[in-house]
């Protein structure tokens, strides 16, 4: 058996950039993209500064997150345990992307397909070395047969203090590093200076230099800049979902509550207003992938273990039970429709509540792994439920109005309560600069104005008294879309904070 991984000499490595060079000359790997490149970093004070190098890549993991969040299989595991792609089967989800805890992968801007080191899988085929090991000047980059004892690489790694990235997140991997600085394999304890970097534009996803910067030992000098994978369609996704499920499964509490005889309210109604925002939901889905003609590969090509395609499975089945809940609602039949109420309604919560697993698949983002994430879904699912009744009991007759601002206010509450707990609590640095970014630094606003203020407060405050003083419609109402639009600034917020910390 073989399985090859790389030991990248740092003691050796003088920065040439000939590998990055001679990558993209291999590949045609197009301008503002690499899948392997050299980041410089500098320690100590002047005049004793030392300047390091270290060679970023894929990293060929044995216990690979990429390759289980891929839903179309586009990236697998080779014979000889390189992680490999294939062109032919992304659909652009970006997923990988964020399941890496190495940023090493990116969407080709030609082929608009997820692209990365591929261990020049086509010359080792061919019994040749991948092309940076070449080209190396100081044979700074060599190739390991880990299976193999006797190989020279391999011993040396066996024998040497040799160091991986990001260990902790326990994903195997089989790119080695003898003589780099623990600094260099960090991201977070290096920090770009307030004056910039050497040939490139300070990014915004590397901390900079400070007095608050905690944990910063060294200074980036050269880097790659990697851009936001997921942004405001996902964060939009996060809140249509929730008032598609949040609706249906109010519905079926009416139905338990006995008013399935009520046909408009409960039997039309609802799976109308969830059949729209999943359709938008879909919409959202399909619109976020850079190779959206190739949606359907989901179903004809999937990867059972990625999340993706059990999202898919689960809206569809959505889908189905509410096309079944609207034909006994025309049909005018509480027995079907109480027949339907707790497979309806079970539906509704894994429609909210599947992305928790599918942002545990994003192993590179430390904020999404967070144990409250899928409470907080099923949480936000009552708000959207008990808003989107509010607002229908504007224009027609809802039945129960107080059950449905009890939902309201009791998910509100609870949304409350997990934030809380999730901001406050104590995690990983990954998870610490995150929240961070979120609370403290520049998505606060959003969060506390929008997420917190609009989203949580102000509607808690007027349900809470529209429940106590028996006000009309308006008052819940208004609470409801200002939760909904809150939520939605909270979503952008956690969806983009989890993003922001750097990986490379």
């Known amino acids: 058996m073989t399985r090859l991984g790389f030991l990248l000499d740092s003691d050796s490595c003088i920065g040439c950039h000939a590998c990055t060079v001679a990558c993209k000359s291999e590949h045609d790997v197009p301008l503002g993209v690499n899948r392997t490149w050299v980041k410089y970093i500098e320690t100590g004070t002047f005049p004793n500064v030392n300047r390091h190098f270290s060679v970023m890549r894929c990293n060929h993991c044995d216990n690979a997150p990429c390759i289980t969040i891929c839903p179309t299989n586009a990236l697998f595991r080779a014979a000889n345990g390189v992680v490999d792609f294939d062109d032919s089967n992304c ?42 090991v ?38 195997l991997p089989k790119v080695h590093y003898r003589g780099a ?34 944990g910063v030992v060294a200074r980036t ?14 964060s939009s996704y996060l809140v249509t979902k929730a008032i598609a499920a949040g609706m249906m499964a109010v519905a079926a509490l009416l139905v338990l509550l006995g008013h399935s005889a009520e046909q408009a309210a409960v039997g039309v109604v609802p799976p109308v207003v969830a059949g729209f925002f999943l359709a938008a939901t879909g919409v959202l889905l399909v619109g976020d992938l850079k190779r959206p003609e190739r949606f359907y590969y989901l179903l004809t090509r999937s ?87 509010s607002a229908a009991d504007l224009v027609m007759d809802v ?23 999730e901001v406050m609590s104590r995690g ?25 203020l609009l989203g949580l407060i102000l509607p808690a405050v007027a349900t809470a008294v529209a429940l106590a003083a028996g006000a009309g419609a308006a008052l819940p109402a208004a609470a409801g879309l200002a939760a909904v639009a809150g939520m939605w600034f909270y979503e952008d917020c956690f969806v983009r904070a989890g993003q922001s910390v750097p990986l490379s």
């Open 428 to 452: 990983t640095a990954h998870v610490e600069a995150a929240v961070e970014a979120m609370t403290r630094g520049r998505y606060a606003r959003r969060f506390w104005a929008g997420g917190v």
């Open 91 to 132: 659909i652009g989800c970006k997923g990988c992307m964020n399941a890496c805890p190495y940023d090493a992968i990116y969407i080709n801007p030609v082929t608009n397909t997820a692209n990365k080191c591929n261990f020049c899988n086509h010359r080792i085929e061919q019994n040749l070395e991948p092309s940076c």
């Open 399 to 421: 039945p129960d109005p107080d059950a449905v601002r009890w939902v309201l206010l009791a998910g509100l509450l609870a949304t409350g309560v997990l934030i809380a707990a």
């Open 181 to 214: 600085d623990q600094a260099s394999l960090d991201p977070l304890r290096t920090a770009i200076a307030p004056d910039g970097m050497i040939w490139a534009d300070t990014t915004p996803q590397h901390p900079t230099a400070g007095p608050d910067s905690h």
């Open 134 to 171: 070449v080209v190396c000047p100081t044979h700074a980059i060599k190739v390991a047969d880990l299976d193999d004892p006797t190989d020279e690489t391999t011993r040396i790694i066996a024998r040497s203090d040799t160091a991986v990235r990001a260990p902790q997140q326990q994903t």
């Open 303 to 389: 990867n059972r273990r990625s999340w993706l395609v059990k999202g898919a499975w689960v809206l569809g089945a959505f889908a189905a039970a509410c096309a079944a809940w609207f034909a006994a609602g025309l049909a005018g039949s509480p027995v079907a429709l109480q027949a339907l109420a707790v497979p309806a309604g079970l539906l509704g919560l894994a429609t909210a509540g599947y992305t928790a697993f599918l942002f545990a698949q994003c192993e590179g983002r430390d904020l999404w792994q967070t144990p409250l994430l899928l409470p907080t879904l099923l949480a936000q699912a009552a708000v959207a439920g008990g808003a989107a009744y």
């Open 221 to 234: 000098v050269y880097t790659t800049a990697h851009q936001m994978t997921w942004k405001a369609k996902v």
